[in-house]
């Protein structure tokens, strides 16, 4: 099983965290199911961009990125060239270093 190293980040999990999930499950899964509370508005399915990872290392692992999670990133805050919505980004055997960006696009929590 592969393993997702978190980065530290203020609100989602302030220590980091380390944690296996099964290849084949979206980088979104995992963190939730290990108690990692990634905004996800769209209930991951790929409309938003609440959800926005960078992968540090690990990203050639993942699956392909399709037209409809590129025209969404392009709307992300922090983007960057390894960047992916998590709840696209579906794990293989290699090892992940992610970093959730310190701020999201979340219409609907900021009240617009």
Known sequence: MPVIKILPHPEFCPQGASLSAPAGTSICEALLDNDIAIEHACDMSCACTTCHVI???????L??????????????????????LSC?????QQDLVVEIPKYSINHARENH
């Open 55 to 61: 992968v540090r290392e690990g990203f050639n692992s």
């Open 63 to 84: 699956n392909e990125m399709e037209e409809g999670e590129e025209d969404l990133l392009d709307r992300a805050w922090g983007l960057e060239p390894n960047s992916r």
């Open 88 to 92: 696209q980004a579906i794990l293989a």
